[in-house]
C-alpha cells in the first residue's frame, strides 16, 4: 500500500467525450507526476506539478491538462478524447523527485 | 533509439534461478529506479540508486554510472516474481521525470 490512491480504477469514454482523472498523493509528498502507459509500452510522461505549479510537460498536446490542489492531490483531464488516448493513467507522487517515487494503481481509460 | 534501454524483453526461467535484467540508459541521470509492474497495472518502486549497489531480501540492484549501465537480480526466483521489471532514471535537466525503459516481462515456472 503506498498511500497514493487513483480515481477511477476504469473507465470507458466516448471519442471527442472530456474525462478527469484523480491522484491523491502520499501524505507529506509536493510532487506529482502523470504517466500514459500504452498497452505493452512503458509508461511516457505527461507532466509534472511541484507545490501546484507546472513543473515540466512530456510530448502531449494541449488537450492534456492538468490541477494541483493545496492539498497537493491532482487532476489530469483530456478533452476531446481520441482512440489512441486509451491507456492506463498513473501517477506518482515523491518529495520532490529526487527522492523515491510512489505510484498509485492507475486509472485504466478506453475511448470508444 | 531509446534513451533507456532493457533486456532482455522477456525471460522464462524455472523457479530458483538466478536472475538478471539489465538497463542502459544514454542520458545524465541523478537517479535510477528499479520498479515492478503486475498485471492490472499497479507500479510498485523496488529500489532508487544513484551509486554502488542495494539489497532488499532476494532482490539485487546494482548500478554503474560510469557506464550508464543498472541490473537487477532475483536469486532464488518464484514464481510470485513474475511480473514486469521496469528500468526508469531521473534524467538531468528534463524537469525531474522518469524516463521509463520498455520493461521486461518475467515468467517463472514452477
Known amino acids: 500500500e503506498t498511500g497514493v490512491t487513483q480515481s477511477p480504477t476504469h473507465l470507458i469514454k466516448t471519442r471527442g467525450q472530456q474525462v478527469t482523472l484523480r491522484c491523491s498523493s502520499q501524505s507529506g509528498h509536493n510532487t506529482v507526476s502523470w504517466y500514459q502507459q500504452a498497452l505493452g509500452q512503458g509508461p511516457q510522461f505527461i507532466f509534472q506539478?511541484?507545490?501546484?505549479?507546472?513543473?515540466g510537460r512530456g510530448n502531449f498536446p494541449p488537450r492534456f491538462s492538468g490541477l494541483q490542489f493545496p492539498n497537493y492531490s491532482s487532476e489530469l483531464n483530456v478533452n476531446a478524447l481520441e482512440l489512441d488516448d486509451s491507456a492506463l493513467y498513473l501517477c506518482?507522487?515523491?518529495?520532490?523527485?529526487?527522492?523515491?517515487?510512489?505510484f498509485g494503481q492507475g486509472t485504466r481509460l478506453t475511448v470508444v | 533509439k531509446n534513451e533507456v534501454e532493457q533486456s532482455p524483453q522477456n525471460l522464462t526461467a524455472q523457479e530458483g534461478e538466478f536472475i538478471t535484467i539489465n538497463c542502459s540508459y544514454s542520458?545524465?541521470?541523478?537517479?535510477l529506479h528499479w520498479l515492478q509492474q503486475h498485471p492490472g497495472g499497479g507500479i510498485v518502486s523496488l529500489f532508487m540508486?544513484?551509486?554502488g549497489k542495494k539489497k532488499h531480501g532476494r532482490l539485487i540492484a546494482t548500478i554503474n554510472i560510469q557506464e550508464k549501465h543498472s541490473s537487477l537480480h532475483i536469486t532464488a526466483s518464484h514464481p510470485r516474481d513474475s511480473a514486469v521489471y521496469i528500468c526508469a532514471v531521473v534524467a538531468i535537466g528534463r524537469a525531474q521525470k522518469l524516463v521509463f525503459g520498455q520493461g521486461t516481462r518475467l515468467t517463472i515456472n514452477p
Open positions: 542520458v545524465g541521470i541523478s537517479a
Open positions: 540508486l544513484s551509486s
Open positions: 506539478y511541484y507545490r501546484e505549479e507546472e513543473n
Open positions: 506518482a507522487s515523491s518529495f520532490v523527485m529526487n527522492t523515491e517515487a510512489f
